[in-house]
């Protein structure tokens, strides 16, 4: 299983946050001191230029992947604290989470590392992290097409062209 880092900021309301409930089931180590965040792991960023695409998997396998769990109000200003050279945004996903259904790219903590590791290809490690989250096959449901269109991607290009054909559909 690839290695998950999730740092947390204390921001949360600690009933409904994924992170701390993926720590809890063994999922993912938490870290409290951000100068601990894997300095080149994927950093998943949501403001970050490049998108996570299968070209990363080097990187995942031997640094795995860190997420920041954080309000979205405080998100940007802490982001542009961090300084980690393997940062990603994700492309365009519906959020399925209890807090922010239906919102488009304002994943959960849990849904992010998912939504990552489908693309990298990771099928079977994505789809074991939806075991204790009840709403969690959902997000699989309504993002399939995509997250299996951007799993064949070669790279973050191919990616980004995928979510930008698929949206010019609704513009
Ligand atoms: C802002 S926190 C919200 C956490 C919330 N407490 C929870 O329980 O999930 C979600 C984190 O998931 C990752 N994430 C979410 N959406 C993303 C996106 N579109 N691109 C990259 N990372 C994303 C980021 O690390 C982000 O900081």
Known sequence: MVKLYIYHANQCNPKKCTALKMGKLGKAIILKNPYKIPKNSILLNPYAEKSVSVEDRP???KYGVTA???SWKE???IFKKVSTKNQRSLPFLIAANPINYGKP???STL???VATLYIANYKNDALSLLN???WAETFIK???ELLERYANAKNSK???DIQNEYLSKFL
């Open 158 to 160: 191919e990616i980004v």
């Open 111 to 113: 849904e992010a590392f």
């Open 75 to 77: 998100a940007e200003k």
């Open 105 to 107: 790219c304002q994943l």
């Open 142 to 144: 309504i993002n399939e």
């Open 59 to 61: 990187i995942i396998e």
């Open 68 to 70: 920041l769990d954080c």
């Open 132 to 134: 204790g989250f009840k």
